[in-house]
């Protein structure tokens, strides 16, 4: 890989403008009105956030009020209104809230932390590091995540902060025009690093960043889910500080659809999830997640919905567009018709007959009723249901991944119902699901001769460790911003009540292990950044509901007649 010794810093050009474009404000109603619309709109952009609308969201997602959440949410959503002011800053680090109730006592700590973590190149913050833990040896923990900055950007974009994410979505964008090879092997141009850092020569008082695209990666594979998240936090700044202008860079643009080229070519698929390998996303070692892996399927989902916002409508931008709008149905009927399970469709799996040869097929993957694993017959309570795993022919993963269905709900992946009942899950299987530190990346765990099998005897991977049904505090911010969306707050103010009583005296862990989260992982880094920031954004969420706008997308209702 070659390092570039060019100046990597951001265009000084780039221009603020107060008026809104259509990238901030259009919420797709029918994605197919958007390829007859020959250009952005302007639109006159509010500064001010309706505050009876606030108010009555907030005492509306108070538990007194949860019977009328789910229309409250509803109706928050459509308001015209439902925009932000870049100058209002969020009080969740100020003495007093909006609520007019004292902060948590973590809070000034949490953004102490995550202050400490901030990595600057030639002078500017572009991002924070992984883990500020000094007791243990850095590997690459000392690095800039694309995925792992994600809380840390939507914290300083609640807090009034936008110009350390803007800085960051530029110096990522110039790393992807790098030349990016393994071994002999040059790979796509539109890849996005996993994880960059900045090297200080102190000899020639110089900075350089170094990227790494999964060459240095445990499994050497590339991060699918970077370019994905790079598109979500771009949208979210956009809708944030009502600044279109970066999104419309032509740098910015070119991004986008060098990402989109590579997710959308054409191929031998006959499904249009995407086909990705091992330890390609958050859960980055060998897990048994190949395949069609639900959290790269929602965040592709989510990241084609937010491009929508964000392409302009020339030449180039409009043939994406199309593309975009006919694989988002393809990929919303998909996903919803055999990823989806509930008690009834778990039942006619039970009942499945097998080797149907024909297009009137009802066992459309030939899955074999004799495979369904025993716990997901106790696991799966009678009102609620999930997204699973993974589906491919023969195979069905049925655990359960917090990080693709919180997804799904912010993205209207899942519809209404089924965002209502992925939280009924929750609520039943709480002590699995949260036990005592919030939340299980995934259950359950894997053990015994199958671990051996599936993560080739990883000793990280243990049962209820990391990856393999470990607690991530990250999640919190995910779960709070669904619970939201769905106007039920009550569950987030319980996960975030239960981090609070470990989460500071245990150092900020990367994770938990344990089957309800008990102990501090065995090799969880302390300081992790983004337990910190995870915590910020749930609090902030919570405290001002307003926020969510920046990262969920309404329903598009036009699918769900398809």
Same mark, same amino acid.
Request: with cysteine; proline share 5%.
């Given at each position: 890989?070659?390092?570039?010794?060019?100046?990597?810093?951001?265009?000084?050009?780039?221009?603020?403008?107060?008026?809104?474009?259509?990238?901030?404000?259009?919420?797709?109603?029918? %994605?197919?009105?958007?390829?007859?619309?020959?250009?952005?709109?302007?639109?006159?952009?509010?500064?001010?956030?309706?505050?009876?609308?606030?108010?009555?969201?907030?005492?509306?997602?108070?538990?007194?009020?949860?019977?009328?959440?789910?229309?409250?949410?509803?109706?928050?959503?459509?308001?015209?209104?439902?925009?932000?002011?870049?100058?209002?800053?969020?009080?969740?680090?100020?003495?007093?809230?909006?609520?007019?109730?004292?902060?948590?006592?973590?809070?000034?700590?949490?953004?102490?932390?995550?202050?400490?973590?901030?990595? %600057?190149?030639?002078?500017?913050?572009?991002?924070?590091?992984?883990?500020?833990?000094?007791?243990?040896?850095? =590997?690459?923990?000392?690095?800039?995540?694309?995925?792992? %900055?994600?809380?840390?950007?939507?914290?300083?974009?609640?807090?009034?902060?936008?110009?350390?994410?803007?800085?960051?979505?530029?110096?990522?964008?110039?790393?992807?025009?790098?030349?990016?090879?393994?071994?002999?092997?040059?790979?796509?141009?539109?890849?996005?690093?996993?994880?960059?850092?900045?090297?200080?020569?102190?000899?020639?008082?110089?900075?350089?960043?170094?990227?790494?695209?999964?060459?240095?990666?445990?499994? +050497?594979?590339?991060?699918?889910?970077?370019?994905?998240?790079?598109?979500?936090?771009?949208?979210?700044?956009?809708?944030?500080?009502?600044?279109? #202008?970066?999104?419309?860079?032509?740098?910015?643009?070119?991004?986008?659809?060098?990402?989109? #080229?590579?997710?959308?070519?054409?191929?031998?698929?006959?499904?249009?999830?995407?086909?990705?390998?091992?330890?390609?996303?958050?859960?980055?070692?060998?897990?048994?997640?190949?395949?069609?892996?639900?959290?790269? !399927?929602?965040? %592709?989902?989510?990241? =084609?919905?937010?491009?929508?916002?964000?392409?302009?409508?020339?030449?180039?931008?409009?043939?994406?567009?199309?593309?975009?709008?006919?694989?988002?149905?393809?990929?919303?009927?998909?996903?919803?018709?055999?990823?989806?399970?509930?008690?009834? !469709?778990?039942?006619?799996?039970?009942?499945?007959?097998?080797?149907?040869?024909?297009?009137?097929?009802?066992?459309?993957?030939?899955?074999?009723?004799?495979?369904?694993?025993?716990?997901?017959?106790?696991?799966?309570?009678?009102?609620?249901?999930?997204?699973?795993?993974?589906?491919?022919?023969?195979?069905?993963?049925?655990?359960?991944?917090?990080?693709?269905?919180?997804?799904?709900?912010?993205?209207?992946?899942?519809?209404?119902?089924?965002?209502?009942?992925?939280?009924?899950?929750?609520?039943? +299987?709480?002590?699995?699901?949260?036990? &005592?530190?919030?939340?299980?990346?995934?259950?359950?765990?894997?053990?015994?001769?199958?671990?051996?099998?599936?993560?080739?005897?990883?000793?990280?991977?243990?049962?209820?460790?990391?990856?393999?049904?470990?607690?991530?505090?990250? =999640?919190?911010?995910?779960?709070?911003?669904?619970?939201?969306?769905?106007?039920?707050?009550?569950?987030?103010?319980?996960?975030?009540?239960?981090?609070?009583?470990?989460?500071?005296?245990?150092?900020?862990? &990367?994770?938990?292990?344990?089957?309800?989260?008990?102990?501090?992982?065995? !090799?969880? +880094?302390?300081?992790?950044?983004?337990?910190?920031?995870?915590?910020?954004?749930?609090?902030?969420?919570? &405290?001002?509901?307003?926020?969510?706008?920046?990262?969920?997308? &309404?329903?598009?209702? !036009?699918?769900?007649?398809?």
């Amino acid at each position: 890989m070659s390092i570039p010794n060019s100046d990597m810093s951001q265009n000084g050009n780039i221009r603020h403008v107060d008026s809104l474009c259509s990238v901030a404000e259009i919420e797709e109603i029918d %994605f197919s009105k958007l390829l007859d619309r020959p250009s952005l709109l302007n639109m006159e952009r509010k500064r001010s956030f309706d505050e009876r609308s606030l108010s009555e969201l907030s005492v509306a997602l108070s538990p007194r009020h949860s019977s009328r959440n789910a229309d409250i949410s509803s109706r928050f959503f459509d308001h015209p209104e439902y925009v932000f002011s870049p100058s209002r800053r969020s009080l969740i680090g100020t003495p007093r809230s909006l609520t007019g109730f004292e902060p948590h006592p973590m809070v000034a700590e949490a953004w102490e932390t995550l202050r400490r973590s901030l990595v %600057f190149f030639r002078g500017q913050p572009v991002g924070t590091i992984a883990a500020t833990d000094t007791s243990e040896e850095k =590997l690459n923990y000392d690095q800039v995540f694309v995925r792992d %900055f994600v809380p840390s950007g939507l914290a300083f974009l609640m807090n009034g902060e936008p110009e350390i994410v803007k800085n960051f979505i530029l110096k990522t964008l110039r790393l992807q025009s790098w030349e990016k090879k393994i071994d002999r092997f040059q790979l796509g141009e539109g890849v996005m690093p996993a994880s960059f850092k900045v090297l200080h020569d102190p000899v020639r008082n110089s900075e350089t960043l170094i990227a790494d695209f999964g060459e240095s990666a445990i499994g +050497r594979v590339a991060p699918v889910d970077s370019g994905f998240w790079w598109i979500i936090l771009l949208r979210a700044y956009t809708k944030s500080t009502g600044d279109s #202008s970066l999104a419309e860079l032509p740098e910015c643009q070119k991004g986008m659809r060098l990402i989109l #080229s590579l997710c959308l070519s054409e191929g031998f698929d006959t499904f249009p999830t995407l086909l990705c390998a091992d330890g390609c996303c958050m859960i980055d070692r060998r897990m048994g997640v190949y395949g069609y892996p639900i959290e790269i !399927q929602a965040l %592709f989902f989510m990241a =084609l919905r937010c491009a929508l916002l964000l392409l302009k409508h020339d030449d180039e931008g409009k043939e994406f567009v199309e593309r975009i709008v006919k694989r988002l149905h393809a990929l919303s009927y998909h996903m919803r018709s055999y990823f989806w399970l509930d008690f009834k !469709q778990l039942n006619d799996i039970y009942r499945y007959k097998t080797e149907e040869y024909s297009h009137t097929a009802v066992n459309k993957f030939n899955v074999i009723p004799d495979s369904l694993p025993e716990w997901v017959f106790d696991f799966m309570p009678t009102r609620g249901g999930y997204f699973i795993g993974n589906i491919s022919p023969a195979r069905m993963d049925f655990r359960w991944f917090c990080l693709g269905n919180c997804i799904a709900i912010l993205s209207s992946l899942a519809t209404p119902e089924q965002s209502m009942a992925i939280m009924d899950l929750i609520e039943s +299987r709480w002590e699995e699901l949260a036990g &005592e530190m919030p939340l299980k990346v995934c259950y359950p765990a894997i053990e015994s001769h199958e671990w051996r099998i599936v993560t080739g005897c990883d000793p990280k991977n243990t049962r209820w460790s990391y990856h393999n049904g470990g607690s991530w505090p990250v =999640l919190l911010w995910l779960l709070t911003a669904a619970c939201i969306k769905t106007g039920r707050p009550q569950i987030a103010r319980r996960a975030i009540e239960l981090a609070e009583s470990r989460l500071l005296k245990d150092n900020w862990p &990367e994770y938990y292990d344990g089957k309800l989260g008990r102990y501090v992982g065995k !090799q969880a +880094r302390k300081f992790q950044t983004w337990s910190v920031a995870g915590y910020l954004v749930a609090k902030m969420l919570l &405290e001002d509901p307003s926020h969510l706008g920046m990262i969920a997308l &309404e329903e598009d209702k !036009q699918m769900n007649r398809q």
